[in-house]
């Protein structure tokens, strides 16, 4: 069974940048579409960006022009370069599949951004 851990969170000012990262324990980034997903207290766990096995990406409106999703199939790993933040982007995050499987989900990485 294919294990995601992701990393990368922390604690970041409004307008700084952080860069997750998500490391599959075997490859299968170049199958399954991918995607990042986020969870703020309170409120359902939403898919802010997604990235087929073609390199294809796409946003949600609430992250597009500030968000990148990217890859490393030779390192299994997905990305999720994060600039200009905002205190509403404060939430755990999680990679998962897109549509996601529950097995996949890992323990997330809390983002916090402060005003």
């Known amino acids: 069974q294919v294990q995601l851990v992701e990393s990368g969170g922390g604690l970041v000012q409004a307008g700084g940048s952080l860069r997750l990262s998500c490391a599959a324990s075997r490859n299968m980034f170049n199958i399954y579409v991918m995607g990042w997903y986020r969870q703020a207290p309170g409120k359902q766990r939403e898919l802010v960006a997604r990235?087929?096995?073609?390199?294809?990406?796409d946003y949600a409106d609430s992250v597009k022009g500030r968000f990148t999703i990217s890859r490393d199939n030779a390192k299994n790993t997905v990305y999720l370069q994060m600039n200009n933040l905002k205190p509403e982007d404060t939430a755990v995050y999680y990679c998962?599949?897109?549509?996601?499987?529950?097995?996949?989900w890992g323990q997330g990485t809390q983002v916090t951004v402060s005003s």
């Open positions: 998962n599949k897109d549509p996601y499987e529950r097995i996949y």
């Open positions: 990235i087929t096995s073609g390199g294809n990406t």
